[in-house]
């Protein structure tokens, strides 16, 4: 098993946890039951982890970025005290003061932004996000209130990458990235290992273990932590991972196709906002190249349907409010069920067991009752 691989299973979860306990408002995030939905699609159980309730910051991104921040904070202060930081620690006054002196900074289409600036508040230090000029006023203002500085960059999220490593380089920053082109590159992979509590959560709570996994991807991080997760804990009955991508920003699918890393060219924006990535992380690719079993693309149009079919569902299922790159697992599934030879292939039947990561709430409101109507509660 690869080191990468062998380093999101169960025990980093628990690392992490271990972490997050200096974190007063963290608390396993909802799984919901979808009877109605998986009846209406011929399933056994489709079930959605939903992370807009994580960490209070409507995505899965605070579980990175807030624990990266809080790991490489605890190996400088080790470094400058020479005693041994706990969780705990992390909070006292010569640990922030430590922190005080950091300026934390990354790239960003909105959520990983939150979480890194939220992560630096915490610990009292100061933050700079980057943002192409495509994010919504809306999620540059949702960031900007937790304290970060806002810097804008025409183009794409990769030139934001780009300008980011860039200033971090040029003002001594601390950089915190969660794609790399690097296999070894330290950050995004805790950036991984933070992801892995969602889905050691997601087992806890499921009846039974899931036979397959629909997680959606940009760069790629989160969907190959919930790969290596599920490889290290099931071994050879491992649920089937299905990894679903937008399909003006399908940079895995066809990296796939092409039998290696690579970068797609820039055509209209897609509704899937926080997925918008042409190229994958390679730490992710180097996971996800052997270790998932599908990449599926889907087009923009199924976006709304899925949104709409999560906020008013049938009875007994939960209305859920979901962005658009929360329900592309559910776009997905959707699109598959449609198509029987999908269906057939990917050894779906009623006696599978579905698990979607809903991995943001609505995260621009205007958009979303523009799109969806009012949203429920």
């Given at each position: 098993m690869p080191p990468a691989v062998a380093a999101l299973g169960m025990a980093a979860a628990r690392e992490v946890l271990g972490l997050l306990a200096c974190c007063p408002v963290y608390k396993p995030t909802p799984l919901?039951?979808?009877?109605?939905?998986?009846?209406?699609?011929?399933?056994?159980?489709?079930?959605?982890?939903?992370?807009?309730?994580?960490?209070?910051?409507?995505?899965?991104?605070?579980?990175?970025?807030?624990?990266?921040?809080?790991?490489?904070?605890?190996?400088?202060a080790e470094r400058e005290t020479g005693r041994t930081i706990s969780p705990r620690d992390l909070l006292s006054d010569d640990v922030r003061g430590i922190a005080s002196e950091m300026t934390f900074a990354c790239a960003s289409d909105g959520n990983h932004g939150r979480?890194?600036?939220?992560?630096?508040?915490?610990?009292?230090a100061r933050c700079v996000v980057f943002?192409?000029?495509?994010?919504?006023?809306?999620?540059?203002?949702?960031?900007?209130?937790?304290?970060?500085?806002?810097?804008?960059?025409?183009?794409?999220?990769?030139?934001?990458?780009?300008?980011?490593?860039?200033?971090s380089l040029h003002r001594g920053w601390t950089l915190v990235p969660d794609t790399a082109e690097q296999s070894d590159a330290e950050i995004p992979h805790l950036i991984m290992r933070g992801y892995t509590v969602l889905i050691d959560e997601a087992i806890a709570q499921l009846p039974r273990p899931p036979t397959h996994v629909f997680v959606q991807?940009?760069?790629?991080?989160?969907?190959?932590?919930?790969?290596?997760?599920?490889?290290?804990?099931?071994?050879?009955?491992?649920?089937r991972i299905v990894v679903v991508e937008p399909e003006r920003a399908n940079c895995l699918l066809e990296s796939c196709r092409s039998g290696g890393l690579l970068e797609i060219p820039q055509t209209e924006p897609t509704i899937?906002?926080?997925?918008?990535?042409?190229?994958?992380?390679?730490?992710?690719?180097?996971?996800?190249?052997?270790?998932?079993?599908?990449?599926?693309?889907?087009?923009d149009a199924?976006?709304?349907?899925?949104?709409?079919?999560?906020?008013?569902?049938?009875?007994?299922?939960?209305?859920?409010?979901?962005?658009?790159?929360?329900?592309?697992?559910?776009?997905?599934?959707?699109?598959?069920?449609?198509?029987?030879?999908?269906?057939?292939?990917?050894?779906?039947?009623?006696?599978?067991?579905?698990?979607?990561?809903?991995?943001?709430?609505?995260?621009?409101?205007?958009?979303?009752?523009?799109?969806?109507?009012?949203?429920?509660?």
């Open positions: 919901w039951h979808l009877d109605a939905l998986a009846a209406e699609l011929g399933l056994g159980g489709v079930f959605f982890k939903d992370e807009s309730y994580r960490l209070g910051l409507n995505s899965f991104k605070a579980l990175g970025g807030v624990y990266a921040i809080a790991e490489i904070l605890r190996g400088r979480s890194v600036a939220a992560g630096a508040r915490l610990f009292g943002l192409h000029e495509g994010v919504s006023a809306a999620r540059r203002d949702w960031i900007a209130q937790l304290g970060a500085d806002i810097r804008i960059v025409p183009g794409t999220y990769d030139h934001s990458v780009e300008e980011a490593r860039r200033e991807a940009g760069v790629g991080g989160l969907a190959a932590a919930v790969t290596a997760y599920c490889g290290n804990r099931f071994g050879h009955d491992a649920p899937y906002a926080m997925l918008e990535c042409l190229r994958p992380s390679q730490p992710a690719w180097d996971i996800l190249d052997t270790g998932c079993d599908d990449f599926l693309d889907v087009p199924l976006a709304v349907p899925a949104m709409r079919r999560l906020a008013f569902p049938t009875a007994p299922d939960p209305a859920i409010v979901s962005g658009e790159s929360g329900a592309t697992g559910l776009a997905g599934l959707l699109a598959v069920c449609a198509r029987e030879v999908w269906f057939d292939a990917l050894g779906l039947s009623r006696a599978a067991t579905v698990l979607l990561i809903g991995t943001e709430g609505a995260t621009d409101p205007e958009q979303y009752e523009r799109l969806v109507g009012k949203a429920p509660t």
